[in-house]
C-alpha cells in the first residue's frame, strides 16, 4: 500500500508529507484548497508528465517522493517484471530543477518510464473523466480482457506469434500476386544481383585485408616522394656535402692563425661524416622501397568494387552474400511460381486453422468471462441504486489480431421493460461514474492491485445513491486501501483517516495546507459539508450522527 507521500516546493504546497493507512482514506476541502495537487504529485512521483509553472519557487528544487509498503504477493510480482524492493519498500521520487527532472526508484536514478511501469504494478488511479472512456466500446474489451487477465494471457501469449505468421504469410502472397511482364521484370532483376555477386567472387575479410593493403601502398607513395624531395634538396646541384668541404679548406688555412679555428674544422669535419652516412642510407631506404603501381591500382579498382557492392547490398561482405541467397530464392519463386503461390496458400491455410483454434479458445475464456462478469456488474449496479438495471457484454467476431478475433461492447437497460442498448446510449454523466465504479470494484476483486485512488468520482451524484456510492467504495476499501477526494459528507463519513486540505493566504502568496484529523475534528468537517457557511448545532448533530451511523 501507499505508506507516504511527500511533496515539497510544488504549486501550492510548499512543504507537506501524509501518512495513508489501509482501508478508506478521505481527503476534502472547500473548491481551489489545492485538493488535486496532492493526487497530481502523486502521479509525478510515478513518473508523470512535468507541467509547466508546477514548480512553485523556480529558484529551488521541487522534489515528490512516495513510499509503498508491500506484502508478499507485491514484492513477488515486482521481481518478476525485473524491479527489486528493500526491507519490503518501493520509494519512488522525482527531483524537479528548471524544468528537467531526475527519477529514482529506491535511490537508483531510473527513467521516469520505469517510475510509471512500477506504479502500475501496485496502484490503480481512477481520475475525474475517466468513465468517459466507457463510451468507447473499444475500451469494453480491454475491461473484459482484464477480468480473465489471468486465464486468457497465456492464450495471448501463445497466439500472438501465430498471428504475425499468419500476417507474414499474407504478406508474402499479396507480394506475389504479379502480372507476366512484371515476372519477367523481377527475374531479369535478381539474376542481375545474383551474376554481379557471384562475378565479384568475395572472400570473407578480404575487404579488411584490401583496405589495410591500400593504407601500407599508399603510405608507401608518400615516403618514396618525400625521400625523393629531401635527397634533392641535399644533394643535387652544388650539394651540402661540397660546401662543407669548400668549408672544411676554409678554415684548414687559417687554422695556423688562431687555435680555436682548429676546433671548428673538427666540428665541421664530423658534420661531414654524419651527413655522408646519412647519404648512403637514404638511397638504401628509397632503393628497397616496394612500391608498384600496378598493384596499386589493382587494390584500388578492387576496393572500389566491394564498396560499390556494399552500397547496393548491404554494409558486409556477409550482407551482399546474404542478398545473393536472397535473390536467388527469389528467383527459384518466380521461375517456379505457381508452385511456390501454392505453397504459401496451403501454408496461409495451415496457419489459418491454428489461429483460428486459438482464437476460439480465447473467445470461450471471454464468454465465460463475460457471464461471470455481467452478472458481479449487475449486483453492484444494485448496490449503487441502479434497482433495476440490466447489464451484459455482447461478443461479436471480427478479422485477426494479436489479441484474437473478437469485439466487445456493453450493452445496458437501467429501466425495466427497456431493450438491451449500448452504454454510450444509455447513460448519463453521473450514471456512467457509478457504472465505472461497479466495474471498478469487481475488477478489484480479480487482481492483486491493494490500492485504488479515486478523484472526485461522486460528480452528479447527491441524495440516497450518494449513500449507495458510499458503501460499496466503504467494501471495496476492506482488505485493501482505497484513496479518494470527495465533496460529498455521505461518503467522507466512512473514512478510516481523515485528511483536510486547506488553503490559505497572506499579501504575497498563497500556500495548501494538509493534515489529518481527528474524531472531532471529522465532525466539525462533515459539518462544513452538510451546512456550507452556517454550521449550526442541528447541522452539527447531523454530522455526528452520520459519522457514528458509518461505524
Known amino acids: 500500500m501507499l505508506y507516504s507521500l511527500r511533496v515539497e516546493n510544488l504549486a501550492l504546497i510548499e512543504k507537506e508529507e501524509i501518512e495513508f493507512t489501509e482501508g478508506l482514506n478521505v481527503l476534502t476541502g472547500e473548491t481551489g484548497a489545492g485538493k488535486s495537487i496532492i493526487l497530481g504529485a502523486l502521479s509525478l512521483a510515478l513518473g508523470g508528465k512535468i507541467d509547466k509553472g508546477m514548480v512553485r519557487d523556480t529558484g529551488r528544487d521541487a522534489y515528490v517522493e512516495a513510499i509503498f509498503s508491500l506484502d508478499e504477493t507485491e514484492e513477488k510480482r515486482l521481481r518478476e517484471a525485473d524491479f527489486e524492493p528493500e526491507d519490503g519498500q518501493l520509494i519512488f521520487s522525482r527531483k524537479i530543477k528548471e524544468g528537467k527532472s531526475q527519477a529514482r526508484l529506491n535511490g537508483e536514478t531510473v527513467p521516469a518510464a520505469r517510475l510509471k511501469k512500477a506504479g502500475d504494478l501496485l496502484l490503480d488511479i481512477y481520475g475525474q473523466n475517466e468513465h468517459q472512456s466507457l463510451s468507447d466500446p473499444k475500451k469494453h474489451l480491454r475491461l473484459l480482457d482484464e477480468f480473465v487477465k489471468k486465464d486468457l494471457d497465456p492464450v495471448l501469449e501463445e497466439l500472438a506469434p501465430v498471428y504475425k505468421e499468419y500476417v507474414s504469410i499474407k504478406k508474402s502472397i499479396e507480394e506475389a500476386d504479379i502480372d507476366e511482364a512484371q515476372q519477367k521484370r523481377d527475374i531479369s532483376y535478381y539474376s542481375h544481383v545474383s551474376e554481379e555477386i557471384e562475378e565479384a567472387d568475395l572472400k570473407p575479410g578480404e575487404d579488411e585485408d584490401l583496405e589495410a593493403t591500400y593504407k601500407k601502398m599508399a603510405g608507401s607513395e608518400k615516403v618514396a616522394k618525400n625521400l625523393s624531395e629531401v635527397q634533392n634538396l641535399l644533394f643535387e646541384g652544388e650539394d651540402v656535402l661540397s660546401r662543407i668541404g669548400e668549408s672544411q679548406r676554409s678554415l684548414a688555412s687559417i687554422a695556423d692563425y688562431d687555435e680555436s679555428v682548429e676546433d671548428l674544422g673538427k666540428t665541421l669535419s664530423d658534420a661531414y661524416d654524419i651527413l655522408e652516412s646519412f647519404s648512403h642510407e637514404l638511397v638504401s631506404t628509397a632503393e628497397n622501397l616496394t612500391f608498384d603501381p600496378a598493384e596499386f591500382d589493382q587494390v584500388t579498382r578492387r576496393l572500389d568494387l566491394i564498396n560499390d557492392l556494399k552500397q547496393k547490398y548491404g554494409r558486409t561482405i556477409e550482407d551482399i552474400y546474404k542478398s545473393k541467397e536472397e535473390a536467388d530464392e527469389k528467383l527459384e519463386q518466380l521461375n517456379d511460381h505457381e508452385n511456390y503461390v501454392a505453397g504459401l496458400k496451403k501454408k496461409l491455410e495451415d496457419i489459418s486453422k491454428t489461429l483460428n483454434k486459438l482464437c476460439e479458445k480465447a473467445e470461450d475464456i471471454r464468454k465465460k468471462g463475460a457471464e461471470a462478469l455481467s452478472e458481479k456488474v449487475k449486483e453492484s449496479l444494485k448496490n449503487l441504486n441502479f434497482l433495476k438495471a440490466d447489464f451484459e457484454v455482447e461478443l461479436t467476431r471480427t478479422s485477426y489480431s494479436f489479441s484474437g478475433f473478437n469485439e466487445g461492447q456493453f450493452m445496458i437497460s437501467t429501466n425495466p421493460g427497456e431493450p438491451m442498448k449500448p452504454l454510450s446510449q444509455v447513460a448519463?454523466?453521473?450514471?456512467?461514474?457509478?457504472?465505472?465504479?461497479?466495474?471498478?470494484?469487481?475488477?478489484?476483486?480479480?487482481?492483486?492491485?491493494?490500492?485504488?485512488?479515486?478523484?472526485?468520482?461522486?460528480?452528479?451524484?447527491?441524495?440516497?445513491?450518494?449513500?449507495?456510492?458510499?458503501?460499496?467504495?466503504?467494501?471495496?476499501?476492506?482488505?485493501?486501501?482505497?484513496?479518494?477526494?470527495?465533496?460529498?459528507?455521505?461518503?467522507?463519513?466512512?473514512?478510516?483517516?481523515?485528511?483536510?486540505?486547506?488553503?490559505?493566504?497572506?499579501?504575497?502568496?498563497?500556500?495548501?495546507?494538509?493534515?489529518?484529523?481527528?474524531e472531532d475534528e471529522i465532525i466539525d468537517e462533515l459539518a462544513r459539508m452538510l451546512g456550507g457557511d452556517v454550521i449550526t448545532d442541528a447541522v452539527r448533530e447531523s454530522a455526528r450522527q452520520l459519522r457514528e451511523g458509518a461505524k
Not at 469 to 478: G, T
Request: proline share 2%; glycine share 6%; aromatic share 2%.
Open 428 to 518: 448519463s454523466g453521473g450514471e456512467m461514474s457509478r457504472i465505472m465504479l461497479a466495474l471498478k470494484t469487481v475488477l478489484a476483486s480479480a487482481d492483486d492491485i491493494k490500492t485504488m485512488i479515486f478523484d472526485e468520482i461522486d460528480t452528479g451524484i447527491s441524495g440516497r445513491t450518494a449513500s449507495a456510492v458510499a458503501r460499496e467504495l466503504k467494501k471495496v476499501s476492506v482488505g485493501r486501501q482505497v484513496i479518494l477526494i470527495t465533496h460529498l459528507p455521505q461518503i467522507a463519513a466512512l473514512s478510516d483517516r481523515h485528511f483536510l486540505i486547506e488553503k490559505s493566504a497572506t499579501s504575497d502568496s498563497t500556500v495548501s495546507s494538509i493534515r489529518p484529523l481527528s
